[in-house]
C-alpha cells in the first residue's frame, strides 16, 4: 500500500544537517500503530531529545542562488530540453501553434509581443476578461486567463490589496504619514485599486523601468482622477543610489513580482538596500514570493520574457531564502499571505531600527 523508495527520495532531499532514516522490520504504513510501536517512539524520542539538547540550527541561505537546488534547476532550464526528445519536439509544437492561433488571443498577442512576463501582460491577466478577433481567439484566451500561473496571479494582486489597505491603517494608527512607493509597478492597477479611497495616503509615488508602462500608467491614472495624489516616473528598481535618495522618504514601499524574475540575488540585495536607506525604522515592506510553480519547465520552454525575447527561465526561491534576504536588510517580517496552490506569496516586513 505504501511505496518506500519516494519516502527515502523525500528523506535524501531534506536539507536539515539534522536527520535520521530508520527500517523498522515487520512494519507496514501505520507505524504508530503497530504492534511493536515502542520501536518507534523509542526512535523518535531520542531524535527529538537531541534536537531540543543542541541549540537551533539557522540555515544559511547566503548562497542558493549559486549552490542551491534551485539554481541547479534553473541552470538545467536555462539550457533546454535535450534537441529532438520527446519534451523538446513538444514544446516545439506547441510554440509553432501559439503563432499560428496566437493572433486571434488578445492575451497570447500580447505576451508575444511584449514578454508573458511583462507589466502589460499582468495588467491584461489582472483584468480577466478574454478577447480575441473572433469565438475561437476568445475560446483560445479564456483557456489562456484560466492557467494556474494566471488563477494565482490574480490571488495573488487580491492580497497584495489586502496587506496594503492594512499596512496604511497600522501607519495612520501610530501617527505616521502614509507615503507609498512603488518600485516595480507595471502598470500601477494593483496599487491604484487598493489605494483610490484612502484619504490617509499623502503621497504615491510609482516607478517602472519601461517607457511603456510608464505611460499606460499615467493614463491610467488620469482616467481615474488622481493625477494630484499619484506620480509615475521611470526608474531602476535595482539602483541602490536612486531608491536610496527617494523624496519624499517612503513609509510603505511595495515590490511586487520582480525579483521572481531575476535570479541571481545581489540585483535584489542592491534593490533592499536602497529601500532600507529610504525608509525609516517602523516604515513598511510589502513583498511577494515564488518559492514553487508547477509549470516552470512549459513556461521555460514555450513562453518568452519581456527580456530581448528569450525564453522566460524563473529560478523559484525558498520563502526561507527571501525572508532571510529581506532580514539581512533590515527588515523583521510580521506577516504572510500564499495561494491554495502555494505559488505565490505576499509578505509584510516592518524597518527595524539597527
Not at 47 to 69: C, M, V, W
Not at 73 to 98: E, H, I, N, Q
Not at 202 to 216: F, G, M, T, W
Not at 327 to 345: E, L, N
Request: with cysteine.
Amino acid at each position: 500500500m505504501v511505496h518506500r523508495q519516494p519516502q527515502i527520495d523525500f528523506y535524501q532531499r531534506l536539507r536539515s544537517p539534522l536527520k535520521e532514516l530508520h527500517l523498522l522490520p515487520g512494519f507496514y504504513h501505520d507505524t504508530l500503530g503497530e504492534e511493536n510501536r515502542a520501536q518507534a517512539f523509542e526512535k523518535m524520542q531520542s531524535f527529538i531529545s537531541r534536537l531540543y539538547a543542541n541549540k537551533s540550527q539557522k540555515f544559511d541561505y547566503q548562497h542558493e542562488d549559486r549552490t542551491g537546488p534551485s539554481a541547479d534547476r534553473w541552470r538545467l532550464l536555462s539550457g533546454g530540453p535535450v534537441p529532438l526528445s520527446p519534451v523538446d519536439l513538444a514544446y516545439r509544437f506547441m510554440r509553432k501553434a501559439m503563432k499560428l492561433f496566437g493572433a486571434h488571443s488578445a492575451g497570447l498577442h500580447l505576451g508575444m509581443s511584449t514578454g508573458f512576463d511583462s507589466g502589460s501582460s499582468l495588467d491584461y491577466v489582472y483584468q480577466n476578461q478574454p478577447q480575441g478577433s473572433n469565438a475561437f481567439g476568445r475560446f483560445i484566451d479564456k483557456i489562456y486567463l484560466n492557467s494556474v500561473g494566471w488563477r494565482g496571479i490574480r490571488q495573488r494582486k487580491t492580497h497584495l490589496q489586502m496587506l496594503i489597505k492594512q499596512a496604511v491603517a497600522h501607519l495612520h494608527a501610530k501617527g505616521l504619514a502614509v507615503r507609498v512607493v512603488d518600485i516595480a509597478a507595471g502598470h500601477g492597477r494593483y496599487v491604484l485599486d487598493a489605494l483610490a479611497n484612502e484619504p490617509a495616503v499623502s503621497d504615491i509615488l510609482l516607478r517602472d523601468y519601461s517607457e511603456l508602462n510608464v505611460a499606460q500608467g499615467q493614463e491610467m491614472i488620469a482616467q481615474r482622477g488622481m493625477s494630484g495624489r499619484v506620480r509615475f516616473e521611470q526608474g531602476d528598481a535595482f539602483n541602490l543610489e536612486e531608491l536610496s535618495a527617494l523624496t519624499p522618504r517612503p513609509t510603505l514601499a511595495i515590490v511586487s513580482g520582480l525579483y521572481e524574475l531575476f535570479p541571481e540575488n545581489e540585483q535584489v540585495k542592491n534593490s533592499l538596500a536602497g529601500l532600507a536607506n529610504a525608509i525609516d525604522p517602523g516604515g513598511i515592506l510589502i513583498y511577494t514570493g515564488q518559492p514553487w510553480h508547477p509549470q516552470l519547465e512549459l513556461i521555460a520552454g514555450v513562453l518568452t520574457s519581456h527580456k530581448d525575447g528569450k525564453p522566460w527561465v524563473m529560478r523559484v526561491r525558498s520563502q526561507g531564502e527571501m525572508d532571510s534576504l529581506v532580514h539581512d536588510a533590515g527588515f523583521d517580517k510580521c506577516t504572510q499571505r500564499i495561494d491554495v496552490w502555494g505559488i505565490f506569496t505576499v509578505s509584510m516586513a516592518v524597518r527595524r531600527d539597527n
